[in-house]
């Protein structure tokens, strides 16, 4: 028995391996069957619709536009076992102007309704901005109170709502403040690693110790920076620090997607989707 012991103690340790999506963004032209379909021949567990065939504001799309075609949609994904993971709004939560407010809480409400009934858990807002003619410390509490509205919404619905690092919002002590401001079960944030460091330079391991307690899901690129803008790359070809970003939630025993997010949709000069997504599962292994 003792040697057996030791024996299992020079056994390799089995690595972990990731759950993986990507998002729609990266295939501004595909269908759902075509979106599928990739999605189960290179391995992904999950999808997050950020757009469908150039339509950002989900009800519009066919797909979406009565409880008939939701649940037809359901059925497609359930059929091949992948799982609807995010929902991507274009809800901007900085505004200070009512009507503005208003349009933009009622466009994420209209997304979490829309999850509840794909059984989708996460719905995506961005903070967004820090407008020069809006007082710095308004708009950063109201972010944080419209965020709360929205968790407290989508509680009934048993759904989430996901603030992104994204915009003018990416500090991670700033992103913690309002975090904590909109304090709920319903509420969480999705990490976007390359979106942050790109700019703040703040390292991964600062930004998570800071964080941890929120993120729910990760946003997965890379890059090069060019007069300081970003070029996207596959993974592993830039100088996104996601070695050190991924160890990090690793050890800190994060279990959500790893969403591979290529920005096809607004950068349409870089490689097509079929081969980003077949890249991204065997390139972020390496990670593993």
Known sequence: MALAAISALDLPLKKSKPKLAFSTLGCPKWSVSEIISTAVAQGYQAVEIRGLQGELYLPKCPEFSSPDQIAQTRKQFEDKKIKICNLGASTALHHLDPEKRQKNLDEARRFIDLAQ????????????????????????????????????????????????????????????????????PNVGLIWDIFNMWSVTKEPPKEVYATLKKYIRHTHIKDGRLVNGKPEYTFIGQGVAPLTEAIDTLKSGGYDGYYSFEWEKMWHPEIPEPGLAFADYPKSIKKYF
């Open 117 to 184: 009934q794909l059984a989708c858990p996460y719905v995506r807002v961005f903070p967004n901005d820090l407008p020069k003619d809006q007082d710095r410390e308004k708009t950063i509490d109201i972010i944080g109170e419209g965020l709360l509205e929205l968790g407290k919404y989508a509680e009934k619905a048993n759904v989430t709502v996901l603030l992104e690092s994204h915009g003018e919002v990416i500090w991670k002590d700033v992103l913690l403040r309002i975090m904590k401001q909109a304090e709920h």
